[in-house]
Structures are given as C-alpha cells and as structure tokens.
C-alpha cells in the first residue's frame, strides 16, 4: 500500500477536497510524505478556504473559489525558496488544509443544572432551557492555528461540547440580568435569542468561530412547580369556584341516580342535596338577594283549625279546644278544619270532638 501510495503521489498533481460529510469543518490534503510537486493545480470550492502550510508556517490562503496554480507568482511568500526561486519541478514538502466555510446548523445546547433565579412574582425558582445555535467559521488561519492544529481531519463535534457550555454560561448570564418574569418569557425568545449572539460573539472570535444564529426553543420550570402553576391556572378559567362546587354535586347526584346503590346510593344523593340547599342558601346571603319565606307547618294531628267570627284561627290542639268549649267560645255549630278534612264541618259533626261537648251543659234556652 504504501508503495502504491507513493506512485500515486508523483502522477497526481491535483489538490483538491470534495466533502462527503456533514460534520468535517477542516480536511488535510493527503499526499505521499507530504510532497506536493511545483506547478500542480489547487481546485478550491464554493464555501471552501484553502490553506498553504510549508515546513510548519502558514503561508498564503486562498479565499476565492477558483483554480490555481502553485507557483512563485501565486505564492508569493515562498518566493525566498530556493527550489521555488530557480523554478525546478522536484517535488517540495508542503501542506495544504481545506477549511469548510459553510454554516454548520442544528448543534444543540441545553442546561446540564437548573438555573436559579429570582422572580419578582413567585420568588427563588429554579428554570431549565434549551435550544439549538449555528456556528460558521470566521477566520480560517486563527481556526487553524487556536483550535485545529495538526489534525489530519477535524469535526465539529471535536468542539462542539465546549461551545455548548459557552452558550449556557452565557445565557444564563444574560438571563438573570434581564429580570424577564417567568410568564413573560416566552414573549421575549427571539429578543433573548439575539442579544446572546452579541454578548458571545467575543468569546467565539478567539477561536476564529462565529454564531450565525441562535435560537431560544424552551424555557421550563422543574415539575413540581408546573404541576402547581396548573392548578392556580385551572383556579382562574373556573372563575366562580360555588358555581363550580354546585355543578359537581349536581353531576354527582345525577350519576348516583343512574347507579342502584340501594340506601348507600340514596344517603349519597340526600346528602349532596343539603350540601346544595346550603351552598344556594350562602351564596344568597352573600350577594344580598331576598329570600323567600318558608310555608306555613302542616298542624299536627289533633290539632283543629276555627272560624270564628268569619276568621280563621287556630290551629288549637285538644286542651286548648276544652278551654274555648267552656268558655262559650267554641259550640256544636262552630265550623271547625284539620288536615285531612275535605271541608270545613260544625264541631259538633267531627266524631273526635264529641267527648269535648259530652261534659258541657247544653246552651240556656232564650228568655
């Protein structure tokens, strides 16, 4: 293999880096001990920056797609060389580093630990985010020489770790100086979004990187919390909380009517009656509604109702009729009603009153 290698690196005098990946932000062109013969053609690509490296020193960048060949009048740092300046063809040892100048998207950043932070509304909270951010390389010789070094092939996954932790740091900073309530944040995504970019833009020039975008996606409370937030947010869509009470005794009595539950099912509803009665009978008081006045007690038995004079009276029971029957007050053709009668009837006529006439003398005849 390493012979093949050999031969094909004194046929071939085209440099070039076609990406097949998704990931590769610097690609080492490979050629046999590093030789690369005088006058070979260098292809460099849309969204591509090719770096000339002789003998450890970064010489010349080639910003431009385009093809170029490599000669003292392309290269013009390398015209001190003596191979280079007396124009021989023998291959000289140099490298050549293609730096992908596209966007790379969708790297991802979250917070490993609750932030803590004081609301003005709930107080201490502790908030969790994450998102997504896309990083583009802004200067490829800083990038070379702070970051890739002498990798062959270098990915973004190899620094994208420690991006991420850049971004939280940052955004966490950021985050607690804007003093955003935590109902309002979702509102101000975008806004937090941009000024992040900002505020991080010098700690990515260091390492010739730049974030092309940044995007807030979620910013959550720890379960517990939302769990209670739902509940004070369930509190304020029912709005009237006795109304709320009465349709669920309402429904509950109506279910328990469709279950035959014998007395246990019957006690239920009964109960959740009066609980009703008494929820409607507060909820009057409370808003200062009349209340209608109860009817009148149905008499007891032995108790009679009396006209007396046209008017009723009553209702009196036995002991309180005696007195009236010897005081001259109640007779034989005093119409008299209790519940149960069809009609008013004179005392003397109801059966049960006969034993009140028995011990009175009968009227005095007229004078």
Sequence with gaps: MA????????????VEWVDDTRDTMVYRFQRYNNQIKYGAKLIVRESQVAAFINEGTLTDLFLFPGTYTLETKNLPLLSTLQGW????ESPFKS???????????????????????????????????????????????????????????????????????????RFADVLGESK?????????????????TSRIEHDFDQFGLKVAALYVENISLPPEVEAALD???????????????????????????????????????????MAI??????????SGQPQAAPPPLPPQAGQYYVAVQGQQA???????????????ELTRESLVWRQGMGQWTPAGQVPEMASLFAASPPPLPPK
């Design 3 to 14: 012979l093949w290698d050999k031969l094909f690196g004194e046929l071939v005098d085209i």
């Design 85 to 88: 300046k007396h124009g021989f």
């Design 95 to 169: 490298e050549v580093y293609f730096v992908s100048m596209r966007t790379f998207t969708d790297r991802k950043w979250g917070t490993k630990n609750p932030i803590m932070l004081r609301d003005p509304e709930f107080g201490p909270v502790r908030l969790r985010a994450f998102g997504s951010f896309a990083i583009q390389v802004k200067d490829p010789a800083t990038f070379l020489k702070q970051v890739v070094g002498t990798s062959g092939r270098f990915s973004v996954e190899q620094i994208g770790e420690q991006l991420r932790d850049m971004v939280v740091s």
């Design 180 to 196: 955003i309530p935590i109902l309002d944040l979702a509102s101000n995504y975008d806004e937090l979004g941009k000024f992040i």
């Design 231 to 273: 509940k004070r947010t369930s509190m304020g869509i029912i709005g009237n909380l006795q109304a709320y009470t009465q349709y669920q005794a309402a429904t509950a009595m109506q279910d328990a009517a469709k279950n035959p539950g014998g007395s246990a099912g019957a006690g239920i509803g009964m109960g959740m009656g």
């Design 277 to 286: 009665g008494q929820q409607i009978t507060q909820g009057q008081q409370a």
């Design 314 to 328: 009553g209702p009196f029971d036995v002991a309180a009729l005696q007195i009236k029957v010897r005081g001259g």
